[in-house]
Every structure is written in C-alpha cells, then in structure tokens.
C-alpha cells in the first residue's frame, strides 16, 4: 500500500482543464474513443469532440500514442473529458510560435489562390501567402496588372512545395501570414554581398511590366560553386524611368521576355536590386547645352499629344535624341 501510495499523484498533481496530456488509444466504438491516460485515470472523447476529431480518430489503431487537451477534468460516469481537436490545434501553434522565433524556414504545399495570394497549411493550420511575398521567381508579371491574369498566375503553384518562413501569425484570430521571400533572405544577402552600386551585370530580360523590366542573371559566387544556375539566380528591376533618357511608354516596345541586356546596378536595398540601361548609355542632356540655345529655331517630330501639349523629339547628337514638351499655351 505504502509504495502504491507513493506511485499516486498529489492532488495538486492532477491535470487542469486546458492541459495537453499524452495517453494510449485502448477502445474504439462508433460514438467514443477511449485513452489510457496512466495515473490519471482513463479519458474520452464524445460528442461533437468526437465529431470534430475524425479525420484524427479514424487514423488511429488500438495503442497508438495520441495527444488530448483536458476538456473536464471529471465527467459523472468518472472519465476525464477530451479533445483530440483542440490538442492537435494547440500543438500545431505551438510549432509554429516556434518557427517564428527560430525563423526556420520550413517546406509547405500550396493548396489554393485567391486574388491576393496564396493558401498554404502548417500542421493542420490555414496560412496565407501575399502575392508581395512571394519569390521574385514566383511572383506573377502581368502587363495592366489585370486580376484574372493574376489568379491564373497563381493557379499554377497549386499543389507546388514552396519554402517559406513564418511572418506573423495571432492565435486568437486564428491568422497566419507566411513569406516565401523571406526564406531566401539568406541565400540573397549572401549572393547580393558580392556587387556593389555601379556593377555592370549581364542578363536576360526575365519579365515585361508597365513599370518596368525584370532582369536576371546568375550569382558568380554560386556559379563559382558549380552549383546548377537555375537554382542560382538574382533578379533585379529596371524601371520604367531607367530604360531610356528618352520618354518610355511602353516597357515592351524596348525589350521582351528573352532578350540579353546589360545594365547597371543603381541601387541595393536589403533584397532588392535597382538596375538602369540608360546610365549605360550616352546622356544627352549633358551635351544639350552645348548645341542648343534659348530662341533658336528647330526641327522635330511629333512624338505624342495629351491633354496639356504635345511632345516632340528632336536630334542633338548622332545616336541620341531628346523630347521636349511644347505646351498647348
């Protein structure tokens, strides 16, 4: 008696209603699952816990280990009441917190899309992957920027594995936002560490916006690596304002998808590379000054009209023009 008393729990000992415990599958029946919860007697799930736990239940055989939140620490017929549910919930925010804190980047299947981005699951949990977060080879070029070309961008990724890392998540509203971009943080940092404002790079033109031009070509510290170029590339942006010196409408009456391009990197910030091609190119605003002057009578060719004037292009030096805007005044 003396040693089985001393195997008992004190009563302070016992599990509280909210506590996860760990316990043995030892009876199945159509309305009830029975565990063995040891020195804590034996637990059940019933009722809508059983309900909402059968996609659990049903994977689960006589002695199989399984986690279960206490619901009631002691019902009228003696068993503790459980959720299998709520414990898998619990679990799986715990794992995530987790990640979070870590920021561990972790594989995870994207189930479906939505017009703002994508829907993944960590653990049984929902999350929400923004079209802004995602991998700069991932996020969709769409010329107007029209929604349903989107989605049907995004469509494409469904039932793809994508590496992603925790961003912000609240457990009480049920929330959790992923970014695909930030997984690759590391590897960019380290791959963008090697250029410096003023490199020149070459590539290839990888997408064609209405504001801009996206550029890629492949990391020298990894292509030194022997390391397969597909898995090694870095993009960068050329704006609209840095194609040419010359008003540029239409990024896609310069370049498309395919072409090989030089530009120059004018700007580094954090994972983001700001390329330009005109800076490659001779200014011809500083040689302006030189052929023309205040009052003198030119030539030129009527570019565009709008609303307020028209533009008109004239020539100043053997290969490069400028435009001028002659006001409707």
């Given amino acids: 008696m003396q040693n089985l008393a001393l195997k008992m729990p004190k009563a302070f000992d016992w599990p509280k209603v909210g506590e996860v415990v760990e316990g043995r599958v030892m009876k199945k029946s159509a309305k009830n699952l029975y565990i063995d919860l040891g020195i804590w007697g034996i637990g059940i799930v019933y009722g809508i816990e059983f309900i909402n736990a059968q996609d659990i239940i049903k994977n689960l055989k006589i002695g199989t280990s399984v986690f279960a939140k206490i619901v009631e620490v002691q019902n009228e017929s003696g068993f503790r ?89 609240d457990v009480k509203e049920n929330k959790l936002i992923v970014s695909e971009r930030a997984a690759e943080e590391e590897h960019l940092k380290r791959a963008i560490e090697r250029y410096k404002i003023g490199d020149i790079i070459s590539g290839s033109v990888s997408g064609v916006v209405d504001w801009g031009v996206f550029v890629k070509w492949p990391s020298s510290a990894k292509a030194m690596e022997g390391k397969p170029m597909e898995e090694e590339m870095l993009e960068g942006l050329i704006h609209i304002s840095e194609l040419d010196w010359q008003l540029v409408e239409n990024p896609a009456d310069l370049v498309k998808v395919g072409d090989e391009v030089a530009a120059q990197i004018i700007d580094i910030t954090n994972d983001r590379i700001s390329l330009s091609l005109k800076r490659l190119k001779i200014d011809p605003w500083k040689t302006a000054s030189e052929l023309l002057e205040k009052g003198m009578l030119i030539e030129g060719l009527v570019k565009k009209f709008n609303p307020y004037g028209a533009f008109v292009e004239i020539v100043c030096h053997p290969n490069e023009c400028l435009q001028g805007l002659c006001h409707i005044s």
């Fill in 81 to 169: 009441e459980l959720s299998l549910a709520e414990a898998k919930a619990q679990k799986s925010w715990d794992l995530i917190r987790e990640l979070k804190k870590t920021n561990q980047a972790i594989t995870t299947k994207i189930l479906s899309v939505n017009r703002g981005g994508l829907i993944v699951e960590i653990s049984g949990i929902a999350g929400f992957l923004p079209v802004s977060q995602l991998a700069s080879e991932h996020y969709p070029r769409v010329e107007g920027g029209d929604k349903n070309k989107i989605l049907e961008e995004l469509s494409k990724f469904v039932g793809l594995e994508f590496k992603i890392r925790v961003l912000d998540f």
